[in-house]
């Protein structure tokens, strides 16, 4: 089956560390995206490649950052300096183009020890 | 910088009713306007994407509207199922213009179907 694979499903932080969070497609996809929601919020825009070897900040880089060595992966690091990393974090990806809908993965859920 | 609300933020109606959901934006430079249904605890499915050029979209009882002029989209979805129940998200794709890939998201609206 064609799909986004995000693991691990539940992460927990201590203070002071860095976590890393994957995210794999096996749908041809060239763009790949990184949301956080916060309870009872929309998603938010932490990162966006549209192709390999290249990404962009989305609204709120601050604290995160990513790697996109391969077309199929595209894990996300939170870093120590995210002051406030509880939330669900969700991957998608998509075709390039407007016409394009993004397909998400299942979510991890970052908590804070 | 793109903004979206969606009212209302909660619904709830009886098994078998015609609903409305309702979006707006506040920057008419979208690529496209996508609708997505999430269940608890799970990621985002994608119900329907309507492109800039187009009025609507239609998938089986899900009818979704756009108006760039007046920066609203609507969901109508006819003949409610209890398995309609989930929380609905609309964005706008593409920001200021730039990048059709940027969604910026509402905050959705939880809908309960009751038998």
């Known amino acids: 089956d064609g799909g986004i694979t995000q693991s691990p499903k539940y992460l927990f932080r201590k203070e002071g560390q860095n976590v890393t969070l994957s995210c794999e497609q096996n749908?041809?996809?060239?763009?790949m995206y990184w949301y956080r929601q916060d309870p009872g919020q929309g998603l938010r825009l932490i990162y966006y490649?549209?192709?390999?070897?290249?990404?962009q900040k989305g609204d709120i880089a601050e604290g995160y950052s990513v790697s996109r060595e391969k077309k199929e992966s595209f894990p996300l690091t939170v870093t120590s300096a995210q002051k406030n990393p509880t939330a669900f974090y969700l991957c998608?990806?998509?075709?390039?183009?407007?016409?394009?809908?993004?397909?998400f993965g299942d979510g991890t859920r970052l908590s804070i020890l | 910088k793109q903004e979206v609300t969606q009212i209302p933020a909660a619904l709830s109606v009886p098994e078998g009713e015609n609903l409305v959901l309702n979006c707006s934006f506040t920057?008419?430079?979208?690529?496209?306007l996508q609708w997505f249904r999430q269940d608890p605890g799970k990621g985002l499915t994608s119900l329907l994407l309507?492109?800039?050029?187009?009025r609507e979209q239609t998938s089986g009882r899900l009818n979704a509207s756009l108006d760039k002029s007046s920066g609203r989209s609507t969901l109508y979805i006819a003949a409610s199922q209890p398995g309609d129940s989930a929380t609905y998200l609309c964005?706008?794709?593409?920001?200021?213009?730039?990048?059709?890939?940027?969604?910026?998201f509402g905050q959705g609206t939880i809908l309960t179907v009751h038998p």
């Open positions: 998608a990806s998509s075709d390039r183009g407007p016409t394009r809908p993004q397909h």
């Open positions: 749908l041809n996809h060239d763009a």
């Open positions: 490649s549209q192709i390999v070897n290249d990404f």
């Open positions: 920057d008419s430079a979208i690529y496209n």
């Open positions: 309507i492109q800039s050029s187009q």
């Open positions: 964005a706008g794709g593409g920001d200021g213009g730039t990048s059709y890939g940027k969604l910026t």
